[in-house]
T-cell receptor
Framework: SAVISQKPSRDICQRGTSLTIQCQVDSQVTMMFWYRQQPGQSLTLIATANQGSEATYESGFVIDKFPISRPNLTFSTLTVSNMSPEDSSIYLC???????????FGQGTRLTVV | DQQVKQNSPSLSVQEGRISILNCDYTNSMFDYFLWYKKYPAEGPTFLISISSIKDKNEDGRFTVFLNKSAKHLSLHIVPSQPGDSAVYFCAVAYSGAGSYQLTFGKGTKLSVIP
């Protein structure tokens, strides 16, 4: 298994500002992902964080809104830019060692935009 | 269009009885299936998985059944305990080249009544 530390655990932000969420894994992993869970909804994949290159974004998510960094095999950040109340959600970092293995999750960041 | 459906948003079960959570998927290319449990204010925790070459996998009180022809999987918890009260997510994956990501259902909230 892998232990994933995510911070902050929660934040209340003003609209128009940006928040950067950090994700630290206790060991090297092949894949890191960022998900969003809106109230009453499933976990939706935002992007795959690629080590040393640009993230791969899913349909409906763009780099300008959700810039992602992954400087090494254990750390990634997700920035939610120019926030609006619609961005209020839980954001989750995930890591996987290999294909067809379980993904491990951080505890999530509960973001409220006012 | 949802690729993974958990049609029961909630389920209540008496302590000691069996809990059965269901999940349907649409794409026969999916070949790896997982169940996650999520407590409030925590990230999802991996429970159990099954690959498409099997139809059953058991781990203690948890058993996952896969019916490929029906594109259906289920999670059985027996006996159910109050600590099992959580939201359960079904997730599917396709092991095709370059693919790691998981697709999640919306979850079923299980309440185990003492």
């Amino acid at each position: 298994s892998a232990v994933i530390s995510q911070k902050p655990s929660r934040d209340i932000c003003q609209r128009g500002t940006s928040l950067t969420i950090q994700c630290q894994v206790d060991s090297q992993v092949t894949m890191m992902f960022w998900y969003r869970q809106q109230p009453g909804q499933s976990l939706t994949l935002i992007a795959t964080a690629n080590q040393g290159s640009e993230a791969t974004y899913e349909s409906g998510f763009v780099i300008d809104k959700f810039p992602i960094s992954r400087p090494n095999l254990t750390f990634s950040t997700l920035t939610v830019s120019n926030m609006s109340p619609e961005d209020s959600s839980i954001y989750l970092c995930s890591a996987q060692r290999d294909r067809n293995t379980e993904a491990f999750f951080g505890q999530g960041t509960r973001l409220t935009v006012v | 269009d949802q690729q993974v459906k958990q049609n029961s948003p909630s389920l209540s079960v008496q302590e000691g009885r069996i809990s059965i959570l269901n999940c349907d998927y649409t794409n026969s290319m999916f070949d790896y299936f997982l169940w996650y449990k999520k407590y409030p204010a925590e990230g999802p925790t991996f429970l159990i998985s099954i690959s498409s070459i099997k139809d059953k996998n058991e781990d203690g009180r948890f058993t996952v059944f896969l019916n490929k022809s029906a594109k259906h999987l289920s999670l059985h918890i027996v006996p159910s305990q109050p600590g099992d009260s959580a939201v359960y997510f079904c997730a599917v994956a396709y092991s095709g080249a370059g693919s790691y990501q998981l697709t999640f259902g919306k979850g079923t909230k299980l309440s185990v009544i003492p």
